[in-house]
Nanobody, 115 residues
């Protein structure tokens, strides 16, 4: 059974930082494309950052230079370090693992950025 469990969300003031974690079981993060996505109320889910099995990273333009995706293969965990957070980035953040036709999602963690 595959599980992606996000943690690290919470309430932070604008300009602050948070680090999200995605602990995986049932898949090996090093051989999947892992990603973070977010969905704000009334909006579509959008890609925030991804990291391929080869370590290539990709970021939404809006977060470049402020967010960093990384993974710890030994812990089978993916992280999203977020800094200089903005109120408009308030959303539920989801972890995703993708490989070929396999696509897995976590339950999400709420990030609220106050102004």
């Amino acid at each position: 059974q595959v599980q992606l469990v996000e943690s690290g969300g919470g309430l932070v003031q604008a300009g602050g930082s948070l680090r999200l974690s995605c602990a995986a079981s049932g898949i090996t993060v090093s051989i999947y494309t892992m990603g973070w996505y977010r969905q704000a109320p009334g909006k579509q889910r959008e890609m925030v950052a991804t990291i391929t099995r080869g370590g290539r990273t990709n970021y939404a333009d809006s977060v470049k230079g402020r967010f960093t995706i990384s993974r710890d293969n030994a812990k089978n965990t993916v992280y999203l370090q977020m800094s200089s957070l903005k109120p408009e980035e308030t959303a539920v953040y989801y972890c995703n693992g993708f490989s070929s036709s396999r696509d897995y999602w976590g339950q999400g963690t709420q990030v609220t950025v106050s102004s």
